[in-house]
């Protein structure tokens, strides 16, 4: 594990923060870390960007771990950082792809914007969010050449409704090689039926309770196909995605416990 200062703290929204480490984090688009608050506990976050003396991740607050950070990391404090794990997304040889992501789900697929965009790839990031002051990385995906279309809850900004319905009127428009998608279960889960009814390929990035974070817990196994988020994923094929039986139904709580999504 290494100890790593934050070097500083974006407030992108009043719950949602990016933290910056000036670090070489050799990590993939669609990996994590695991990130540990002393004293209080450790937590997977996805790896929002990566360049070769910096990375940063993007925390929401929600549990007891996130709050921690969110309320008593300052800038020069230092966080454990474990990692990168998992497997991450996969550009293969595709010229124009389309990204869907729904609130705190945004952070990978700014990072998998990040690397399309150094391969030139034609880029249509599709962000959402409950309302126009939720919106996360907006600005960021501009910067690197996105063509950025967005989604609130509210209609408090962009298209009111789903980044599915903008996503089925993309997908109508024209080709795109591939879609991916990070965000809440089931919207990733219409995600990947819009795209498969278009017969478009998908990658989704899942997330799980984890404990280790490289596979020996199985902590994260999911339900269907045994498969562990942390080491098989998180990212996954849209048709794995789909057969495992508890995506967009349920996961599993620390103690195993069913609990609905």
């Given at each position: 594990m290494l100890s790593l200062k934050v070097s500083d703290i974006i407030n992108e929204?009043?719950?949602?923060?990016?933290?910056?480490?000036?670090?070489?984090?050799?990590?993939?688009?669609g990996q994590f870390v695991m990130v540990w608050m002393p004293g209080v506990d450790e937590v997977p976050m996805s790896v929002g960007w990566v360049e070769?003396?910096?990375?940063?991740?993007?925390i929401f607050k929600a549990g007891d771990c996130t709050t921690a950070i969110h309320e008593q990391v300052k800038i020069g404090d230092r966080l454990g950082i474990r990692g990168p794990f998992g497997k991450g997304f996969d550009l293969k040889d595709y010229k124009k792809i389309t990204l869907a992501g729904g609130g705190c789900g945004t952070?990978?697929?700014?990072a998998l914007a990040q690397k399309a965009a150094e391969k030139g790839m034609d880029v249509t990031a599709i962000i959402g969010a409950r309302s126009k002051n939720l919106l996360i990385y907006e600005k960021e995906f501009k910067k690197l050449g996105c063509k950025v279309?967005?989604?609130?809850?509210?209609?408090?900004?962009?298209?009111?409704?789903?980044?599915?319905?903008?996503?089925?009127?993309e997908l109508e428009k024209g080709k795109t090689d591939a879609v991916y998608t990070c965000g809440p279960e089931k919207?990733?889960?219409?995600?990947?039926?819009?795209?498969?009814?278009?017969?478009?390929?998908s990658q989704a990035s899942l997330e799980r309770f984890m404990k280790c974070g490289f596979g020996i817990c199985g902590q994260c196994c999911i339900d269907g196909t045994g498969l562990r988020v942390c080491k098989d994923g998180p990212v996954f094929d849209g048709e794995v995605a789909m057969k495992h039986k508890e995506f967009g139904k349920y996961a599993r709580s620390a103690s195993g416990k069913r609990c609905d999504l």
């Open positions: 929204n009043p719950l949602f923060k990016t933290y910056v480490f000036k670090h070489g984090l050799n990590a993939r688009p070769a003396d910096e990375f940063r991740i993007g952070p990978p697929l700014l279309l967005v989604s609130t809850d509210d209609g408090s900004k962009g298209h009111k409704g789903f980044i599915t319905d903008i996503l089925k009127k919207m990733m889960v219409k995600v990947i039926e819009i795209a498969q009814d278009h017969k478009i390929p």
